[in-house]
């Protein structure tokens, strides 16, 4: 069996170090980078400031975009996990007239380029009068993310719960300091 | 409520409640019509209906001067596609590139997979998982920007190869750039079928291609690859179409020379306003991507995705 | 039980869903055709599209201060996108800070309402040439107040481009490859025209905008000859003043907005305007059709049309004022400014500058055989592809 030589275990150790290192590698740069005293981005860095938390904390657009991009992602999300929940039990649990095309039509949002999803709906939603606003942006997200529920229903419920766990824990810590009484 | 239900079999009263309930257990189908009822009705109502009228845009036209969409049948922008031989280089650009994508993540995702699956023991094979999933909780744009400062001028890259004494290589917005850059992102797409694919294949199939005399790379070549082949194949439909349809990769690391199908598309519906054009130019890449998936199909990677 | 009381909460949350967004679809009124009298009390919101460095917190937040006005700025990094916003989602703006490529295709889509001047009481003191001009007035109708004005200028790199460059040769030359950025922008054609109009005087071009299909073509063929010493071609102003910071571009066509931010940042500019003249701009604050905050709106034209804000976001910018009340102002603010914003330059000046304006086929010569600005995409496409 390949792999069954030391050589070759560990050839492919060191590939998969390798491999790991590249794909975490400009994660720590971005890291770094926030530390960076100047905004001239060259390196090496001239040393380390945390003079940008501060602004950018207080930025209020900044801010604004976060917390819409929250927003945007918790409804889409539970919107997400309850269709392609369903549409994955459908197709998988019974057979039906049409099964094998409605398992295509599904897996359509992520098998097309993106740009052709984005843009279909952009005009889609011009053409119905609607203003682009939190509700299009969910709509755009959510048809993407029904796909990739349905094709892994236990994986994507799992990985959904994580950000839901961390708001939950968010809100209790809230709570316990108070911002609630403050809003 | 005991007396109802025991009475249930024997002639109960048949609310409407009771009614439905069995009439939905007689009848499977049913059932899995009214759960597909919901995402159906998203998928035909927005989803399918937003497609269809785009690519029947794509034979209308727009006014030059007041941006209007006009309804009347026209093959202009097709035609215009195919006389301009600049909308080919693109094309073909962006197909070479997504190949390109492609066949590097494969390369890069069997021996990961490999090791991840039949070397390394449990514990770390699950923290290996993990691992793969984790940049894809971090943003997209934060992680090529990311590359944009790795590849720039004065940057880490450059600074690396000046420490060995060699020149700096100027691969900052260049195509070599997306190229790099694309692999990356698209990765653990790619990552995550091929280890289902590994994780499938039997030790009994290797055992016996040893028996069979096969050393190493011959039991690779004929018992391994033909097995986890459907899972690299659909690993490749998200590294192709994601490639394919991407304009925020050229726009962030991409120089001139750079622009991809995604870059015109975009620029046609966000900036000259010409969503005919875009339209017309869009069908590119959704036939390429018909004929993948066709291909894909028949390679049976729609099982293994 | 359980899969039917599911389908039924799922479809009870689409027509929840499906309820709501109809309920926010915008319904379009038409504008009055009759002018607003006078300014009202201000709505609480104002939406922009603007270029990057209009809506500075300097002058925003007293702004926001003194009447009530939030304001939300989308930056757009050309004429076209200004355009496409205003066309694709124009009841989401109150005004956009168009240019003169980009006024009369707005006026000409009815995406731009009719301003009253007599509510902005310091028209009267902007400079004749920008108080009515051809691009913001149509037959008397005033369809925005002016703003500021300004050139397309060489910037380079003081200690990467020797000796000191006073042509825009050196960005159609080899000197620099692969170290130069020019805008991705289709208006761009008219500087090469321009170069082209003082090195090829054969040709005949005397409008950069006016362009016969041979002068459009020669003009191409000089852009797609540069395009090999193109690092990149930048879409925002804040591309090209992270191309020069990072070292990847050391020359190329620019605004005055992105030398006066790179000086901030301590990296050595200079920016110029050539021998062969410059292109340039001239902005108005246009009102849309579909305004959510009229009065607003007004205010705002109102605050930064006086000539303190006309000085701050001058010498902010590295534009002219149109207000001519602007220049003593500017000098209390940073001494020199007026003469190095040619705030008081002579009339000579301002006809120096090839403003931008959308290429049409009707040419100022009476013939009708230059290119539309279609083409001139099409070819720009050509160009950068």
Same mark, same amino acid.
């Given at each position: ?28 740069? #971005?890291?770094?980078? !926030?530390? $960076?005293?100047?905004?001239?981005? @060259?390196?090496?860095?001239?040393? /380390?400031? *945390? ?64 740009? #052709?999803?984005?843009? !279909?709906? $952009?005009?889609?939603?011009?053409? @119905?009068?609607?203003?682009?606003? /939190?509700? *299009? ?47 | ?305 | ?385």
């Amino acid at each position: 069996m390949i792999g069954s030589s030391r050589s070759s275990c560990i050839a492919l150790g060191v590939f998969t170090g390798l491999l790991l290192l590249f794909l975490f590698f400009p994660i720590l740069v #971005i890291v770094v980078y !926030a530390f $960076n005293p100047s905004n001239v981005q @060259s390196w090496p860095l001239e040393g /380390l400031s *945390t003079r940008w938390f501060s602004p950018t904390w207080h930025n209020a657009e900044m801010r604004h975009a976060l917390w819409l991009s929250v927003r945007a992602g918790l409804i889409a999300t539970a919107i997400a996990v309850l269709l392609g929940s369903m549409a994955a039990f459908a197709v998988h649990r019974f057979r039906f007239f049409g099964r094998e095309a409605v398992s295509l039509l599904i897996v359509l949002p992520i098998a097309l380029p993106g740009i #052709i999803t984005g843009m !279909a709906l $952009n005009s889609f939603i011009s053409f @119905s009068g609607l203003t682009f606003s /939190l509700t *299009t942006i969910v709509i755009g997200h959510a048809t993407f993310c029904i796909v990739i529920v349905y094709n892994n229903v236990p994986f994507a419920a799992a990985f959904a719960a994580v950000p839901l766990a961390v708001m939950g824990i968010y809100l209790l810590l809230a709570k316990r300091l108070g911002a609630f009484e403050a809003l | 409520m005991t007396s109802s239900s025991i009475a249930a079999g024997a002639g109960a009263p048949r609310t409407a409640r009771v009614r439905v309930s069995a009439a939905l257990f007689r009848r499977p189908w049913l059932r899995a019509v009214l759960l597909l009822s919901a995402p159906g009705a998203w998928f035909v109502l927005i989803y399918l209906a937003a497609l269809v009228l785009l690519f029947l845009s794509a034979l209308w036209k727009v006014d030059p001067l007041s941006g209007k969409l006009i309804h009347s049948w026209t093959l202009q922008n097709f035609e215009q596609l195919v006389k301009e031989p600049v909308y080919r280089t693109i094309a073909l650009r962006t197909i070479g590139l997504a190949a390109a994508t492609t066949v590097t993540d494969a390369a890069l995702a069997v021996p990961f997979a490999f090791f991840a699956v039949r070397v390394a023991p449990k514990r770390l094979s699950s923290a290996l998982f993990v691992a793969v999933l984790i940049p894809l909780w971090s943003s997209y744009l934060v992680r090529v920007f990311a590359w944009r400062l790795i590849l720039s001028d004065k940057g880490i890259l450059n600074w690396f190869l000046s420490q060995l004494g060699i020149g700096a290589a100027h691969i900052g917005y260049t195509n070599w750039a997306m190229w790099i850059v694309f692999s990356y992102i698209w990765l653990p797409f790619m990552i995550l079928p091929v280890w289902s694919a590994v994780e499938r294949v039997p030790d009994s199939m290797i055992e016996a291609s040893a028996d069979l005399g096969a050393r190493g790379f011959r039991t690779f070549r004929s018992v391994i690859f033909p097995l986890i082949l459907p899972g690299i194949v659909a690993g490749s439909i998200f590294t192709f179409s994601l490639t394919l349809g991407d304009f925020i990769t050229p726009t962030l690391v991409g120089g001139a020379g750079s622009t991809m199908i995604g870059n015109i598309v975009y620029n046609n519906v966000g900036v000259a306003n010409n969503v005919p054009f875009a339209a017309a130019f869009a069908a590119v890449p959704l036939a390429v991507m018909g004929i993948y998936l066709l291909l894909a199909k028949r390679l049976g990677a729609f099982e293994a995705l | 039980m359980r899969k039917l009381d599911w389908a039924l909460g799922a479809v009870l949350a689409l027509m929840v869903v499906g309820a709501s967004a109809c309920g926010s679809s915008s319904s379009s009124k038409s504008t009055a055709s009759n002018l607003p009298q006078k300014v009202g009390a201000g709505e609480g919101a104002l939406n922009l599209i603007a270029w990057e460095g209009y809506a500075q917190p300097e002058w925003v937040k007293p702004f926001e201060k003194s009447s009530g006005c939030v304001v939300h700025a989308k930056y757009a990094g050309s004429s076209d996108e200004m355009v496409t916003l205003m066309r694709q989602s124009g009841s989401q703006y109150d005004m956009v800070s168009a240019s003169g490529d980009a006024s009369l295709r707005l006026i000409d889509g009815g995406d731009v309402a009719a301003m009253n001047v007599a509510l902005v009481p310091e028209w009267k003191n902007f400079i004749p040439q920008l108080q009515s001009p051809v691009h913001n007035t149509v037959n008397g109708v005033h369809y925005g107040i002016s703003l500021q004005w300004g050139p397309n200028t060489l910037l380079y790199n003081t200690k990467s481009v020797t000796p000191a460059p006073t042509s825009w040769a050196e960005i159609y030359g080899s000197k620099y490859k692969g170290l130069v950025s020019v805008p991705n922008n289709p208006i761009q054609i008219a500087d090469a025209a321009l170069y082209l109009s003082k090195t090829e005087p054969s040709l005949g071009i005397s409008d950069p905008y006016e362009l016969t299909e041979k002068q459009l073509d020669a003009a191409v063929e000089l852009l797609k000859k540069q395009r090999p010493l193109i690092k990149k071609y930048w879409s925002l102003a804040s591309d090209e003043i992270e191309l020069f910071k990072s070292g990847d571009a050391v020359i190329g066509a620019a605004w005055p907005y992105q030398y006066s931010t790179l000086i901030a940042d301590h990296v050595p500019v200079q920016q110029i305007i050539p021998s062969e003249g410059a292109t340039g701009w001239a902005d108005t604050w246009m009102l849309s059709a579909h305004a959510k905050h009229p009065n607003c709106a007004y205010k705002w034209v109102n605050w930064v049309s006086s000539p303190k804000v006309q000085a701050e976001q001058a010498i902010s910018y590295g534009e002219t004022p149109v207000n001519t009340k602007a220049c003593p102002i500017m000098e209390t603010i940073s001494k020199g400014s007026c003469e190095t914003y040619h705030a008081n330059a002579p009339a000579a000046y301002f006809d120096s500058i090839k403003f931008w304006k959308t290429p049409v086929q009707a040419c100022g010569n009476g013939q009708s055989d230059c290119e539309d600005y279609t083409t001139w995409q099409q070819k720009w496409t050509e160009v950068t592809g």
